[in-house]
């Protein structure tokens, strides 16, 4: 076992693996910095290679958000569930730490998958799931177009090629429903 010190948000985990001459196998264990877990999350799970399992302490509330379902998905979900199962192991009260912060926190595993849940690639996948979640306020067909800066008729004939009512939600999409939007989408020359 190697322990590395370092920023993780500069460190490049194929090139500590280079330097170790080991295969490329890791798990992250950390207590994350609350104000920049996003950024941490984003960085490991878009990282080549990514670990094979993190487990983070986050804040609670950051950790129910990620664990969410459709109905209660966030951008943040969506990024979270694309390359990893999320699971909320324990909570930890904000009186376990001294001085205490002002929120509880949650230890969070994430089991990294050998493949993304979707198809489509990251970036395609992405831009859609943003543009989907742009006006969370607003019904789909209205916030994709836009989002994507294509007129409506295109994305309401995408939603329902994908089988997805156009007056739906952002949060109330699986990531399987996301995944056939943008293929119908691509279909429908977006993209």
């Not at 950051?62 to 192991?89: F, M, T, W």
């Not at 909570?91 to 001085?99: D, E, K, L, Q």
């Not at 992405?126 to 994507?148: E, H, P, Y």
């Not at 009512?165 to 939007?181: G, I, V, Y």
């Amino acid at each position: 076992m190697t322990i590395v010190h370092g920023d993780i948000l500069e460190l490049d985990p194929a090139a500590l693996m280079a330097q170790a001459d080991a295969p490329p196998v890791y798990k992250v264990v950390a207590n994350l910095p609350y104000y920049i877990t996003s950024a941490v999350l984003r960085r490991l799970l878009e990282a080549s290679p990514s670990p094979s399992l993190a487990v983070v302490l986050v804040q609670l509330e950051v950790a129910q958000r990620i664990c969410a379902a459709p109905g209660d998905l966030s951008l943040l979900a969506v990024s979270v569930q694309y390359y990893a199962l999320p699971h909320l192991v324990s909570r930890v009260p904000a009186g376990a730490f001294r001085p205490a912060p002002k929120v509880d926190s949650a230890i969070l595993r994430l089991d990294l998958l050998a493949e993304p849940v979707a198809q489509t690639p990251a970036a395609a996948f992405f831009t859609v799931v943003r543009a989907g979640f742009g006006q969370r306020r607003k019904q789909l067909a209205n916030s994709l177009a836009a989002g994507l800066a294509v007129n409506k008729a295109t994305v309401i004939a995408a939603l329902l090629a994908a089988g997805i009512a156009p007056t739906r939600r952002a949060e109330t999409l699986t990531l399987a429903e996301w995944d056939r939007l943008c293929l119908a989408l691509a279909e429908n020359q977006y993209g």
